[in-house]
């Protein structure tokens, strides 16, 4: 079996995304690899969320390829999570319609939300918000996850259990693609880094590599400013 197959879980070639005479994506390939975590970062309008979006299928692209997992094998969280009219337990209930009761009584446990389960969802705390969207994007066990500045804006504790349940994700086989623009969190956290500076892909490395000894003057400046 040819090894690429085996290590690695999603491959992008050439992918260019223009919006009204815009480049937003210039000609990006890269490979993420299976059960890795991988920080996609870059300055605000770099492309990340463009990016995202595509590989997860929520926006075309003008040329290029992905090769990914079947969408019913990818989750993606947004930035601001998405919340219905219902409680906290019934919106999980929503996303993870085939889980018993126990199942969603011990993932409301696990994300520290039990006593929150029959609160308007939209009314939790944005942390809250993002641990519920969280558990429910990894209750199917997917095998690749998409999260969007997950902790964008939350507070340290809030912080510290998202990256928790992402650690725990990621030890049970997760392949995960993630941004951020927190350096701290990137070194915490990830395996391999991403840096796309004004629609390009401008370096690919080992996270000990990037945030040590990055090879390209953009990615140097960019450590320099965050």
């Known amino acids: 079996?040819?090894?690429?197959?085996?290590?690695?879980?999603?491959t992008i070639s050439?992918?260019?995304?223009?919006?009204?005479?815009?480049r937003l994506l210039d000609n990006v390939s890269a490979t993420?690899?299976?059960?890795?975590?991988?920080?996609?970062?870059?300055?605000?309008g770099a492309g990340k969320t463009?990016?995202?979006?595509?590989?997860?299928?929520?926006?075309?692209?003008?040329?290029?390829?992905?090769?990914?997992?079947?969408?019913?094998q990818q989750k993606m969280v947004f930035q601001k999570p998405i919340m219905l009219r219902r409680s906290a337990r019934q919106q999980l209930k929503f996303l993870c319609p085939?889980?018993?009761?126990a199942k969603i009584e011990a993932l409301l446990a696990r994300a520290d939300l039990i006593?929150?389960?029959?609160t308007p969802a939209r009314t939790l705390s944005g942390?809250?918000?993002?641990?519920?969207?969280?558990?429910?994007?990894?209750?199917?066990?997917?095998?690749?996850?998409?999260?969007?500045?997950?902790?964008?804006?939350?507070?340290?504790?809030?912080?510290k259990s998202i990256e928790s349940m992402i650690?725990?994700?990621?030890?049970?086989?997760?392949?995960?693609?993630?941004?951020?623009?927190?350096?701290?969190?990137?070194?915490?956290?990830?395996?391999?880094?991403l840096l796309l500076d004004k629609g390009m892909l401008v370096e690919s490395a080992p996270a000990p590599q990037f945030f040590s000894a990055p090879s390209h003057p953009l990615a140097r400046h960019y450590l320099d400013h965050v």
């Open 1 to 10: 079996m040819n090894s690429d197959l085996v290590t690695t879980i999603l």
């Open 14 to 22: 050439g992918l260019t995304v223009s919006r009204n005479g815009n």
């Open 32 to 44: 993420v690899a299976r059960g890795s975590i991988t920080l996609l970062m870059g300055h605000n």
């Open 50 to 72: 463009v990016l995202m979006n595509c590989l997860h299928g929520l926006m075309a692209y003008d040329s290029g390829k992905i090769d990914a997992p079947p969408r019913a």
């Open 98 to 101: 085939l889980l018993v009761d």
């Open 115 to 118: 006593h929150r389960a029959d």
């Open 127 to 159: 942390g809250e918000q993002q641990k519920l969207a969280l558990i429910g994007a990894l209750a199917t066990h997917p095998d690749i996850l998409f999260l969007d500045e997950p902790t964008a804006h939350l507070d340290f504790e809030a912080t």
């Open 167 to 193: 650690r725990e994700a990621h030890d049970g086989g997760t392949s995960i693609l993630m941004t951020s623009h927190n350096r701290a969190q990137a070194e915490r956290l990830a395996q391999h880094v």
